[in-house]
Every structure is written in C-alpha cells, then in structure tokens.
T-cell receptor, first 117, second 113 residues
Framework: DTEVTQTPKHLVMGMTNKKSLKCEQH?????MYWYKQKAKKPPELMFV???????INESVPSRFSPECPNSSLLNLHLHALQPEDSALYLC????????????????FGPGTRLTVL | AQSVAQPEDQVNVAEGNPLTVKCTYS??????LFWYVQYPNRGLQFLLK??????LVKGSYGFEAEFNKSQTSFHLKKPSALVSDSALYFC???????????FGTGTRLTVIP
C-alpha cells in the first residue's frame, strides 16, 4: 500500500481564519513533506520532517505552521493567509531522507485545494 | 546546486505512436532521478526512478526511462501511447546526500485519438 491521504480535499477560507490541513500515511515512513503547487507550476518544497522533527523549512512565512504529532500524521496550520497563498498543498512521505535506494521515493497524497478569499 | 529542465511545455502524440518526454539534469555527483505524473486536480503519482545500475529503467503503466550520463538526460518513453496517458509529467532530481526533490517545470502530454 502506497497511500497518503489528505483532508480536506477543498478548503475556502478568509484571511482572518485559522484552519488546518491534515496528512496521514500508514506505510511506516519516517520522513514527511509539505509542498505548495501553484497552477501550471511544479511543486515547491515547504517543510520536511524526519522522525517527527522538523528537518527543513524552506523560508516559509510564519502564517504556515507545520506540526508532526506522530510518525503517521502531519498537519499544516494556517493563519492570516493571503490570497496569493491559494494553491494545491501536497503532502508526501518516504522511508527516510537521503539514504539507500529503497529510501528515496516520495509518495504523494492527492492534495488539498486551498482558496483564500 | 541541483536543477532539472524539461524543455518542452507541451508534447502531442497520436494514440499508438511512441512517446518521449525529455528531461535533462544538473547535479554534483551521482543523481537520483524520478518521473511523476499528475492528472487534473490530483496529486503526483510515482512512475519510476533511477538510482544506480542499468541505464534503462522500467516503471508503471508501461513507461520506461533511459539514463544517459554523458548527455545528463533522463527521457521518459513509452512504445505505444494511450489516450489515458494524457497528463502532466514532472521530472525530478535529488543529489547524493540531499533531502530535497527538485522538480522540472512539467510537460503536458496530450495523446490524440
């Protein structure tokens, strides 16, 4: 099973709202990722968690706050977003970070389509 | 620095014909190379990867890719295209010891019935 699930599928929020995106995997993967994808553009890495610790933060604004409560779950808390934050937010997981041949493949969820009004 | 280039924004091919989606990369050291496919309003699906070994890599749905170190390329191929192959294709690279995937800008493949 190579399934990564994300909820909700769609989210519309105002600039003053607080909302959260959720990502879950039960493949035993120890690395999890958040990407942002604008229309007709490639995914851009936002955050990487390894063994439930934040490993990489790609200079993402503080209005995005990631959380990894356990090895299967990854959240992205949203607060005071801007309309330009509207995008598809993708979660991915992999066995580990840099390592042997079996650890590298990232498996992606279907994404959350976020619209900020 | 790592980067990947997909020189074609759009590729059109007739159903049943062979298809090629091009990708070139730049990385220090030996690269880890990946192809993903994205259908409309969906996440990315893993197709295949090259880590080491045979230069010809076979993946899902009949796709394959050839790693060419001298040309720093990793083109995606399929012998006979299906209409259902129409989608957005992303090439990605990781350098040795790197944690990030760097994606190309994507190539939209349209298979014409």
């Amino acid at each position: 099973d190579t399934e990564v699930t994300q909820t909700p599928k769609h989210l519309v929020m105002g600039m003053t709202n607080k909302k959260s995106l959720k990502c879950e995997q039960h493949m035993g993967h120890r690395a999890m990722y958040w990407y942002k994808q604008k229309a007709k553009k490639p995914p851009e890495l936002m955050f990487v968690y390894s063994y439930e610790k934040l490993s990489i933060n790609e200079s993402v604004p503080s209005r995005f706050s990631p959380e990894c409560p356990n090895s299967s779950l990854l959240n992205l808390h949203l607060h005071a977003l801007q309309p330009e934050d509207s995008a598809l937010y993708l979660c991915a997981s992999s066995w580990g970070l840099a390592g042997g041949p079996g650890t590298d493949t990232q498996y992606f969820g279907p994404g959350t389509r976020l619209t900020v009004l | 620095a790592q980067s990947v280039a997909q020189p074609e924004d759009q590729v059109n091919v007739a159903e049943g014909n062979p298809l090629t989606v091009k990708c070139t990369y730049s990385v220090s050291g030996n690269p880890y190379l990946f192809w993903y496919v994205q259908y409309p309003n969906r996440g990315l699906q893993f197709l295949l990867k090259y880590i080491t070994g045979d230069n010809l890599v076979k993946g899902s749905y009949g796709f394959e890719a050839e790693f060419n170190k001298s040309q720093t390329s990793f083109h995606l191929k399929k012998p006979s295209a299906l209409v259902s192959d129409s989608a957005l294709y992303f090439c990605a690279v990781r350098g040795p010891g790197a944690n990030n995937l760097f994606f190309g800008t994507g190539t939209r493949l349209t298979v014409i019935p």
